[in-house]
Nanobody, 126 residues
Framework: QLHLVESGGGLVQPGGSLRLSCVAS????????VLWSRQAPGKEREGLSY????????????NYADSAKGRFTISRDDAKNSAYLQITNLKPEDTGVYYC???????????????WGRGTQVTVSS
């Protein structure tokens, strides 16, 4: 079975940082593109950033939504079958559930990704 498990969320004060992790099991994550997305309360799931896997040619290429440029950094460690999202200078509007997803598709659209984790909650509040 294919599984993705996110971790690293929590309650953070504005201005703080978090590193979210996504660990895959049951398949080789290195082959897949990995998307990080966020679902804020009452809003649709929003793609933040994706990083290419070997299915898309050279792995490790990164793409960011405009809302994620500057404070978000996506990375992957294929030896650990994992991907990460570093977020700095957290703001209250960053609050939401953060999901990782994997697929052969190269897009920021969450609806086109087949494999999903259950998410990790990030709450930014003083």
């Amino acid at each position: 079975q294919l599984h993705l498990v996110e971790s690293g969320g929590g309650l953070v004060q504005p201005g703080g940082s978090l590193r979210l992790s996504c660990v895959a099991s049951g398949f080789n994550l290195a082959r897949y593109n990995v998307l990080w997305s966020r679902q804020a309360p009452g809003k649709e799931r929003e793609g933040l950033s994706y990083i290419s896997g070997s299915v898309s040619g050279p792995a490790g290429r990164t793409n960011y939504a405009d809302s994620a440029k500057g404070r978000f950094t996506i990375s992957r460690d294929d030896a650990k079958n994992s991907a990460y999202l570093q977020i700095t200078n957290l703001k209250p509007e960053d609050t939401g559930v953060y999901y990782c997803a994997a697929d052969a598709t190269s897009t920021m659209d969450p609806k086109l990704y087949a494999y999903w984790g259950r998410g990790t909650q990030v709450t930014v509040s003083s």
